[in-house]
């Protein structure tokens, strides 16, 4: 063994268990009661070995408008964070990555970065052509608007092209991912939270699902509906997972941790799309996440320039950097709700490595990468910006408690600060 991790508390496929985990070459060979090994790696009573977490809901930014968030500064974020994979959204950059060009480009401003990253392509109305390209160049699946972006070079499709793209990818048997809200639904915002959240009211979200879940049957391709917010929609979700279509839904830490009665007008540090909704819908996901209709938590981290945070809620970046918090955060409320480390591992590690098909990540079992991260599950801390890796460390969790702190993390058999992650594509990992 080049390494032996020991613990008492390991998160594994088979639950949480006290054992040795051996790593040769990077990979993970052996999950045993003992390893002998002249290097082992002795975690503290009160830390836990858990898998990297894989965040497959990441808008790096780069190139174009790296001044939001740049490779370098989201992936010593992700690794601060315990965070060892990402993939990386198809818009916000310019240009965004809907041809394989654009793809290329990604790929040489993803030089140097601290985890491993991967993309997303993006279905435009006329890149149809571009799919199948995009595919084999090793985009993990396909995201896609009903509504506009909030950045013009990135425009939204139609039902009826989102179902001609469907069609084409459910041949090639790619994932489509989609932010489902629907846009004759959304009216213009008002500048205070009220008006926003009744501008994008939960029927919008319900709306484009029902659209999304009918097009899922229609066409027999594979979809994601993206950053769950609105809880009415679970019942739509559940329904389709028993009619066994190929759907699958997340939500992020912000939807889970706030609700709309604690924002204030101004606080446009709280602004996403779809909106943080009422105390009682946070509670309806959190039970959706313990039912298993949400499969998994991605951070939806979608930083902006601090100025463009600024104003109201008309007018400001619609976004919430999370991408270093979302372990604490989401440890915070589940455990306060009953639910384990096992629970976090499922939908934080498991579940998105099980979406974008990456074999290799989110788990600790033999064949893995030894990607894994050595946490403090009852450590508390409060968060300072200016701790934050984040390009612009505007965040909605400043001054809050959080409970788990990140000590180490590993990415293939190293500690993450003596190594650099690399770029991933679709069937490689
Ligand atoms: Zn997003």
Same mark, same amino acid.
């Given at each position: 063994m080049d390494l032996v991790f020991r613990a008492r508390r390991v998160v594994t496929p088979q639950g949480e268990i006290a054992c040795d985990v051996g790593v040769i070459g990077g990979k993970v060979v052996a999950v045993e009661s003992h390893i002998d090994s002249p290097n082992v790696v002795h975690l503290a009573d009160d830390e836990v070995l858990l898998p990297g977490l894989v965040d497959t809901h990441v808008h790096v930014n780069d190139p *174009? =408008?790296?001044?939001?968030?740049g490779f370098e500064t989201a992936t010593r974020a992700a690794a601060a964070g315990g965070v060892t994979t990402i993939i990386d959204?198809?818009?916000?950059?310019?240009?965004?990555?809907?041809?394989? @060009? !654009?793809?290329?480009? /990604?790929?040489?401003?993803?030089?140097?970065?601290?985890?491993d990253v991967g993309? %997303? +392509? +993006?279905?435009? #109305? +006329?890149?149809? @052509?571009?799919?199948?390209?995009?595919h084999e160049a090793g985009v993990f699946g396909f995201k896609c608007f009903l509504l506009h972006s909030g950045v013009d070079e990135f425009p939204a499709v139609t039902l009826v092209e989102l179902e001609t793209a469907l069609r084409k990818l459910a041949t090639l048997d790619a994932l489509t991912i989609v932010h489902a809200e629907d846009p004759h639904t959304v009216r213009e915002s008002e500048p205070d939270y009220a008006g926003f959240l009744a501008s994008r009211p939960r029927e919008a979200e319900n709306k484009a699902i029902r659209d999304v879940v009918d097009l899922t049957r229609r066409t027999g391709a594979r979809t994601h509906v993206l950053h769950l917010s609105s809880s009415d929609a679970l019942s739509t979700l559940g329904a389709a997972k028993r009619e066994s279509l190929r759907i699958s839904a997340e939500?992020? #830490?912000?939807?889970?941790?706030?609700?709309?009665e604690e924002i204030r007008d101004g606080q446009t540090e709280f602004k996403c799309c779809p909106p943080i909704r009422e105390?009682?819908? =946070?509670? !309806?996901?959190? =039970? *959706?996440? =313990?039912? +298993?209709?949400?499969?998994?938590?991605?951070s939806d981290?979608? #930083?902006s320039t601090a100025e463009l945070k600024e104003g109201d809620f008309a007018t400001a970046w619609g976004g919430i950097a999370s991408l270093q918090l979302g372990l604490p955060a989401v440890w915070t409320g589940a455990r306060e709700r009953g639910f384990h480390l096992t629970d976090i591992v499922r939908w934080m590690a498991t579940h998105p490595a099980r979406q974008a098909r990456l074999e290799t990540k989110g788990a600790i079992e033999p064949g893995k990468d030894a990607d894994l991260v050595v946490f403090a599950p009852d450590e508390t801390f409060v968060v300072d910006r200016d701790k934050l890796h984040h390009r612009n460390p505007v965040t909605p969790y400043h001054g809050r408690e959080l409970r788990g702190v990140v000590r180490q993390t %590993?990415?293939? *058999? /190293?500690e993450v600060s003596t190594t650099r992650g690399k770029l991933l594509r679709r069937g490689e990992a």
């Open positions: *174009g =408008r790296s001044e939001w968030e959204m198809p818009l916000n950059s310019v240009p965004p990555t809907v041809d394989v @060009a !654009a793809l290329e480009l /990604k790929r040489k401003a993803a030089a140097s970065v601290s985890v993309f %997303w +392509g +993006g279905i435009v #109305p +006329g890149n149809l @052509a571009d799919l199948k390209p995009l939500t992020c #830490p912000h939807y889970l941790t706030f609700t709309a105390a009682e819908n =946070r509670e !309806a996901l959190w =039970r *959706g996440l =313990r039912d +298993g209709v949400i499969d998994l938590v991605v981290h979608s #930083p %590993w990415l293939r *058999g /190293k």
